[in-house]
């Protein structure tokens, strides 16, 4: 004989796992700034300070090499400085540039600085690369 309580397991057995996606921020950005450089590179390009603001905070660092990213994301847990690397071109101009010429790209990066301790962040700033 079958009981309720039974047939509840069969039930839970092939139910699929939960999967949460969230789009929360990985990090504080502290007060926001951007130079009047980055700010008319962007105005040339067409690019939006809030769209890169945005992939800076949420873990999309840009055309970092291997080893930034990876010291960016142990700055997600020490609390270390973040820096992302925007080019400000199609996503098929930017493949089809090799990375040693990238750096000839219209480049923007965002720079979220620390202070103190457990990660908080003091200030994030867009800028040119030779605004740093």
Partial sequence: MTTNKDIQTD???VKPPVT????AAKF???QCVATPGALALLEKTGFSVAFL???HLHG???DVCKEDAEMNELALIDGSRIMSVYRLVSP???KATSRSKRSELPTVWSITEAVGDYGRRA???????EEY
Wanted: aromatic share 4%; glycine share 8%.
């Fill in 28 to 30: 504080q950005l502290g």
């Fill in 53 to 55: 603001i945005n992939r």
């Fill in 60 to 62: 999309d660092w840009g």
């Fill in 92 to 94: 098929e101009k930017l």
């Fill in 20 to 23: 949460i996606i969230t789009n």
């Fill in 123 to 129: 200030s994030s700033c867009l800028l040119l690369p």
């Fill in 11 to 13: 039930t839970e057995q």
